[in-house]
């Protein structure tokens, strides 16, 4: 009767433990995001999306050299903001 006690209490710690293992991964991993920050995130991206659609335009008196260019640094500037 002491065997079984013993092998049940040991597989029950064995149980606990592998859960308490999972949930720590879960709660570790990079999908397990707040909504609150998720939100945070959509709004920053939009705001830069806004903006970079006013930085890619053509602006007054401007050559077209000028804007290739100045295109080109917002294109990196863009990516780069949005990692």
Known sequence: MKSIV???AILSMAG??????GTSLIEASPLHIE???V???DNRNQIENERHEREIK???NESEREWHKRQ????Q???DNLR
């Open 35 to 37: 909504p609150s920050s």
């Open 16 to 21: 606990m433990m592998q859960i308490g293992l």
């Open 77 to 79: 500037r863009h990516k």
């Open 6 to 8: 013993k092998k049940i």
């Open 39 to 41: 939100q945070q995130q």
């Open 58 to 60: 053509r602006r007054p």
């Open 72 to 75: 080109e640094l917002e294109k």
